[in-house]
């Protein structure tokens, strides 16, 4: 059982690059998001998702897209990558909704991106 | 508006010593409150939930809604609980995780 998987582990991208964060669950779970942590900040809510075709902004969603088209996936797309987007990503997952009382948030490994 | 606060960025206590982790939040309703934990190396879990008042590893967590705060205790700190501990609140009809800025335990022998 692979649990949440994001890919890559590792990213550089210049000032004004694009890119995709994949993020994979095999759970079956409902509830998927990602986000943010940065030194000082802990983690912030960029994006979520409470079920397949449906998605949502959270607190810092300025220069992201996502999209869920299946269960399974919640890529994260970066528009035009800024040096403020340097960070680490954390995809997570739950059965419902967003991580509440019977429903714990079951995170990624994390996406270390570095943008110059 | 900061909806959880963690006040101590860094604490270090020494092996066997009690140890409180200090988190408060902000919010009107009945509050769903978490603690999560990040090992080294490893992913971020959830340690406990005020809900099931449980004891997980030793660690306690009371939620004191007079003083709104839910700090997390264990008596008798142990090297292996060196980690990185947030604090988190569930917010919003999807009830999203809202987490503090996290307090890094360091336990010395």
């Known amino acids: 059982n692979a649990g949440v998987t994001q890919t890559p582990k590792f990213q550089v991208l210049k000032t004004g690059q694009s890119m995709t964060l994949q993020c994979a669950q095999d759970?079956?779970?409902?509830?998927m998001s990602w986000y943010r942590q940065d030194p000082g900040m802990g983690l912030r809510l960029i994006h979520y998702?409470?079920?397949?075709?449906?998605?949502d902004q959270g607190e810092v969603p300025n220069g992201y897209n996502v999209s869920r088209s299946t269960t399974e996936d919640f890529p994260l797309r970066l528009l035009s990558a800024a040096p403020s987007q340097t960070s680490v990503y954390f995809c997570?997952?739950?059965?419902?909704?967003?991580?509440?009382?019977?429903?714990?948030?079951?995170f990624g490994n994390g996406t270390r991106l570095t943008v110059t | 508006a900061q909806r959880v606060t963690q006040p101590e960025k860094l604490l270090s206590v020494f092996k066997g010593a009690p140890v409180e982790l200090k988190c408060n939040y902000s919010?009107?309703?009945?509050?769903?409150l978490f603690w999560y934990v990040q090992y080294s190396r490893q992913r971020l879990q959830l340690l406990l939930r005020h809900i099931s008042r449980e004891s997980i590893k030793g660690f306690t967590a009371d939620l004191n809604k007079g003083e709104t705060s839910f700090h997390l205790k264990k008596p008798f700190a142990q090297e292996e609980d060196s980690a990185m501990y947030y604090c988190a609140l569930a917010l919003g009809s999807a009830r999203q995780l809202t987490f503090g800025s996290g307090t890094q335990l360091t336990v010395l022998p």
């Open positions: 919010y009107s309703g009945s509050p769903e």
């Open positions: 759970m079956n779970h409902e509830y």
């Open positions: 997570a997952s739950s059965y419902t909704r967003g991580g509440g009382i019977n429903s714990p948030l079951h």
């Open positions: 998702s409470v079920g397949a075709g449906i998605t």
